[in-house]
């Protein structure tokens, strides 16, 4: 069984950097790629960011573009998001999940999820 | 990007009653769609994958069918462990994008 464990949410001001990890365990990390989706208050849920199994390929959805960066240790089995010049509009509980497809590939749906780590973007 | 829209919004039910819910895609997604139940305060669980095919240990009672732009998730006896909130999530490309969801509450 599979465990995904986010940190790194807090209250951060505007224009402002915050780094989030996604510790996992129960499985073969570097097999798999991960992805990051954030939920907004009171809104759905939003893909942020995938990240290939062995960090080869990254995508991002236009708003974070160029803002924010996934990566990956393979040797701490641990996923990263690097958030840069935050809005207000970036404030939500950020996931993360893994990649159903194991080895050289992405599926792009999420059979783990993380219970998520909030992150409050505001002056 | 491709809009997914699910209805109802809220819904709600009683245990044992038959549930379903629907999703639209803005354009043909084929069978690239998930779905996934939400609780507050838990991790999302993946439910069904491919639009139709059940993830391993999902209870039987959960189903998914459609096929382009419209599809459904059918629960077929409502359970007490079943109130939450549903996501569909196309994967036709990789700009992904979720539905709104459908809260299922207790009438």
């Known amino acids: 069984q599979g465990q995904l464990v986010e940190s790194g949410g807090g209250v951060v001001q505007p224009g402002r950097s915050l780094r989030l990890s996604c510790a996992t365990s129960?499985?073969?990390?570097?097999?798999?790629?991960f992805h990051w989706v954030r939920q907004a208050p009171g809104k759905g849920l939003e893909w942020v960011a995938v990240i290939w199994y062995d960090g080869s390929n990254k995508y991002y959805v236009d708003s974070v573009k160029g803002r924010f960066t996934i990566s990956r240790d393979n040797s701490k089995n641990t996923l990263y998001l690097q958030m840069n010049s935050l809005r207000a509009e970036d404030t939500a509980m950020y996931y993360c999940?893994?990649?159903?497809?194991?080895?050289?590939?992405?599926?792009?749906?999420?059979?783990?999820w993380g219970q998520g780590t909030l992150v409050t973007v505001s002056s | 990007d491709i809009q997914m829209t699910q209805s109802p919004s809220t819904l709600s039910a009683s245990v044992g009653d038959r549930v379903t819910i629907t999703c639209r895609a803005s354009?043909?997604?084929?069978?690239?769609l998930a779905w996934y139940q939400h609780k507050p305060g838990k991790a999302p669980k993946l439910l069904m994958y491919?639009?139709?095919s059940l993830e391993s240990g999902v209870p039987s009672r959960f189903s998914g069918s459609g096929s382009g732009t419209e599809f459904t998730l059918t629960i077929s006896s409502l359970q007490p462990d079943d109130f939450a909130t549903y996501y569909c999530?196309?994967?036709?490309?990789?700009?992904?994008?979720f539905g709104g969801g459908t809260k299922v509450e207790i009438k």
């Open positions: 354009q043909s997604i084929s069978s690239w």
């Open positions: 999530q196309q994967y036709s490309s990789y700009s992904l994008t």
């Open positions: 999940a893994r990649d159903s497809y194991y080895g050289s590939g992405i599926s792009y749906y999420f059979d783990y």
């Open positions: 491919k639009a139709s």
């Open positions: 129960g499985f073969t990390f570097s097999g798999f790629g």
